[in-house]
């Protein structure tokens, strides 16, 4: 009788087949020299700023080098100072203003764009992605120039049409809107471009099913294209929210927080009191309250959307 | 196997990179010889030039001290002083804008010229007084000033000469009045498009139009750099006169700001404009005929908001430099040195005991000079000027846009005492 070797009984092995032993470590440590580079930079550039600015928060630092431990001074400041507080409400009304208005508007140009009728889809996209390119100074600059009273081209136009504008960027009720509106013009292109893709990842079987069993296109966009975009909704959001909660560049150049502290949010209020009044200590603290509240922010529309999407599932 | 040679040598490289970029810079080696001081200033226009050749003349003339200047815009030194002299990287000597002196000297950035004052060394008793007193702070000195002048009016020669105005004002009323004779509205739409006086309501030139048109009427901001005294008659009387002017009479558009105030005299747009010495060239440059001229006497005074601009030696220059500074002031402050500054950088000349006729080859400096014994210095000696002129501007503002000036002055009077404690 041949002989026959029985197989032994083997484990199916893993993809890519079996690893040597101590072969994991080095992989590692290979994995750990490409990253330190760049986290070597993270580590200069990001947390040891953050670190020191920590404690910095808890002195009264004004940059040369006499400083005296305060405590919780400038923490209990920031929730008492009224300047501070007008500036944290005035950051949550630009936040009301600007994250609603950016994606409402991305979302809605998005479907439009991605509709496969629409000729020249590519020209639309990049026309509509421009301003995101553009520095928020430079297009800061841009707008005051259009909303300026005596040479606006806007006021101009708008004149001719019967709208007196006034002095747009001097008006305490007007003055907010209108740099929340440059940030929206200059932002809503990289939300824009995410709501594409996400658009493009829905199937169209889901579509044409819903089309055969007669669903208008709004029972459409609510059943179908919302539950399927809400992970790109929730990164939205928040990289929205974010952005909105730290305004400076347009602030600064277009109104400098006037007329009296309507436009000014919490991080000209940091750089007013850190660079202007040399008051490092309690810019660090505003600072990190600032953090504090975006992160607690984040959380919440981190846990709601990770809801949703599993209701969604 | 080929990969693994490959490997490893990507694998050195980027070990030795990260190594790299971790290793500290070595301390540089003190040079012997001179006491060398680095100099930061804003001096960016042809009154560098002028200034680089006082440094350099300066440095040939004696054997210790040996300066070296970095020229940068006045914002890029505001913004960049505080981290460079916390990493002793900073300048031994310093340029800046007189009214940021106190918030740098409160917090310890400059070092106390007392002594040098006392011994008078470089004449500082012939300086002008008010301009001492915008480096002063608790009564000790920290700067020299580099330069003081008033505000004044730049007028526009040939829109005066359309609406028949021979002379410059002299007196409110009849700035008043000449205001609403250059205040043109053809087209009859309510929007002028000449106005009379640009009058910038926030941000204005150097803080300081508003204050003038205080001191005229014979008020003031701060007493002593404790009290406040924003909210009294005289002030109010300032504000209902100009307000009711810009409302009513409509002679400067509502809502403008310095700089805006700067491009409607230099467009042509307005016939009056309340500027710094640097409107001279901004006037010539755009083709306009102009005049200089005192701004006019209140009902109580005739007085003007000064610009000015100091320098100081940093916390940072240690007793040999600090001496080595001294040393470049006294120069500076010098009779042939100032009247040469002065024709210079276009300023009068900082010392009172030089002449109008000494300057007169730049009449731009003759007619400032005659201006001179007007000009006060603005909060001299308070550190949160910020704060302060935040109120004065919120002040002016609401009032130009029609709120009630007495709930004004009263939450302004407030607002800027306790930023004075």
């Known amino acids: 009788m041949p002989r026959t070797t029985r197989p032994r009984y083997r484990p199916a092995a893993p993809l890519g087949g079996r690893t040597p032993v101590g072969s994991t470590r080095r992989t590692s440590m290979i994995a750990l020299a490409f990253l330190s580079p760049a986290l070597v930079i993270l580590t200069v550039f990001v947390a040891w700023p953050m670190l020191s600015a920590l404690r910095l928060s808890f002195t009264d630092a004004s940059g040369f080098g006499r400083e005296e431990y305060v405590g919780l001074e400038n923490y209990v400041r920031v929730f008492t100072d009224p300047d501070v507080l007008q500036a944290m409400g005035n950051t949550a009304y630009y936040a009301i203003l600007f994250t609603p208005a950016a994606i409402v508007i991305a979302l809605v140009l998005a479907l439009l764009v991605n509709h496969p009728l629409l000729p020249w889809r590519g020209a639309f996209r990049t026309a509509l992605f421009v301003p995101f390119v553009v520095s928020l100074a430079v297009a800061a600059f841009a707008w005051s120039y259009l909303l300026d009273p005596q040479i606006g081209l806007l006021n101009h136009w708008l004149r001719g049409a019967g709208i007196q504008l006034g002095n747009v960027l001097q008006d305490p009720v007007l003055a907010m809107p209108a740099v929340a509106l440059v940030a929206v013009w200059k932002s809503f292109g990289f939300y824009l471009v995410i709501f594409i893709a996400g658009l493009q990842e829905i199937p169209g079987s889901l579509y044409e099913a819903a089309r055969v069993d007669g669903a208008s296109a709004w029972q459409r966009f609510r059943h179908i294209t919302l539950p399927m975009l809400s992970n790109t909704l929730a990164f939205v959001m928040i990289v929205a929210l974010i952005a909105a909660l730290q305004a400076f560049d347009q602030i600064y150049v277009m109104t400098g927080g006037g007329p009296y502290g309507t436009t000014q949010t919490v991080v000209m209020e940091i750089y007013t009191s850190g660079f202007k009044k040399l008051e490092l200590g309690f810019a660090s603290a505003l600072s990190y309250v600032l953090l504090l509240i975006t992160l607690v922010l984040s959380l919440i529309q981190f846990r709601f959307f990770g809801r949703r999407e599993k209701d969604a599932q | ?421």
């Open chain 2, 1 to 421: 196997m080929n990969r693994n040679p490959a490997k490893a040598a990507a694998t050195a490289a980027v070990l030795a990179l990260a190594g790299a970029a971790m290793s500290g810079c070595s301390a540089a080696a003190e040079p012997e010889g001179p006491v060398q001081l680095t100099f930061w200033h804003g001096y960016t226009e042809a009154d560098g030039d002028v200034l680089q050749k006082i440094v350099d003349d300066f440095n040939a003339s004696q054997d210790e001290v040996q300066i070296k200047t970095e020229v940068k815009t006045w914002a890029v030194i505001d913004d960049t002083l505080l981290p460079a002299l916390s990493a002793d990287e900073g300048p031994d000597i310093v340029a800046m804008p007189g009214e940021r002196m106190p918030v740098y000297a409160d917090r310890g950035a400059f070092a106390d010229l007392g002594d040098w004052y006392g011994s008078d060394d470089g004449g500082t008793s012939a300086l002008n007084e008010q301009a001492v007193d915008m480096v002063t702070v608790d009564g000790a000195p920290y700067g020299v000033p580099t330069g003081f002048v008033p505000l004044s009016v730049f007028y526009n020669k040939t829109l005066f000469a359309a609406a028949g105005i021979t002379d410059a004002p002299t007196t409110w009323d009849e700035w008043l009045d000449a205001a609403k004779k250059l205040t043109v509205d053809a087209d009859g739409d309510g929007t002028p498009e000449q106005y009379g006086l640009a009058l910038p309501d926030h941000d204005t030139v150097a803080n300081g139009l508003w204050p003038s048109l205080f001191y005229g009427a014979g008020g003031d901001l701060v007493e002593d750099a404790k009290t406040a005294v924003v909210d009294s008659e005289e002030n109010r009387e300032a504000l209902d006169y100009w307000v009711s002017a810009i409302r009513d009479d409509k002679i400067s558009p509502t809502g403008l700001d310095g700089i805006g105030a700067d491009e409607l005299f230099s467009s042509g747009k307005a016939a009056m404009h309340v500027g710094g010495p640097w409107m001279a060239s901004i006037a010539k440059d755009n083709g306009i005929d102009y005049g200089i001229a005192a701004l006019p006497a209140g009902p109580a005074d005739q007085a003007a908001s000064a610009i000015g601009v100091a320098m100081g030696v940093t916390a940072q220059a240690d007793d040999a430099k600090v001496e080595g500074a001294e040393a470049f002031f006294s120069y500076f402050l010098g009779k042939d040195v100032a009247t040469e500054w002065s024709l210079g950088s276009g300023w009068p000349p900082l010392r009172t005991d030089i002449a109008a006729d000494a300057v007169s080859d730049n009449p731009t400096v003759v007619a400032l000079t005659d201006i001179a014994p007007t000009s006060r210095a603005l909060l001299p000696g308070v550190v949160n000027s910020v704060d302060v002129l935040d109120a004065i501007d919120d002040l002016t503002q609401r009032a130009v846009a029609g709120e009630d000036i007495d709930g004004l002055l009263s939450t302004a009077q407030d607002a800027v005492q306790s930023a004075l404690k």
